[in-house]
Nanobody, 127 residues
Framework: QVQLVESGGGLVQAGGSLRLSCAASGRTFSNHNMGWFRQAPGKEREFVAAISWNGGSTYYAELVNGRFTISRDNAKNTVSLQMNSLKPEDTAVYYC????????????????????WGQGTQVTVSS
């Protein structure tokens, strides 16, 4: 089991920045690929960003590419999402998720490609 706890959400004006963090405990964090997803009211959960177990590969949704940056610190068991130039349409609950690196396939864009989820943190961007 991997326990994930997100933090860093809040209310920010359009154009502002937030940094989300996800703290992991339980099984070895460095053996897990990590992802960030978000879900707005009435919408499906959507992929935001992902990072491989060693940080060597990162992936972004087109909507956030160039504005958001995912990173991880395996020594601290954390994965972060730096969000800049925020827009009202970025408003959502943001979730981090984990997938074992030992699984042969990792569909990083698909919520079903992850085994463990945090409880989420609310991000609200005002116009």
């Amino acid at each position: 089991q991997v326990q994930l706890v997100e933090s860093g959400g809040g209310l920010v004006q359009a154009g502002g920045s937030l940094r989300l963090s996800c703290a992991a405990s339980g099984r070895t964090f460095s053996n897990h690929n990590m992802g960030w997803f978000r879900q707005a009211p009435g919408k499906e959960r959507e992929f935001v960003a992902a990072i491989s177990w060693n940080g060597g590969s990162t992936y972004y949704a087109e909507l956030v590419n160039g504005r958001f940056t995912i990173s991880r610190d395996n020594a601290k068991n954390t994965v972060s999402l730096q969000m800049n130039s925020l827009k009202p349409e970025d408003t959502a609950v943001y979730y981090c998720a984990a997938r074992s690196r030992w699984v042969i396939t990792w569909d990083y864009r698909n919520p079903d490609g992850y085994d463990y989820w945090g409880q989420g943190t609310q991000v609200t961007v005002s116009s």
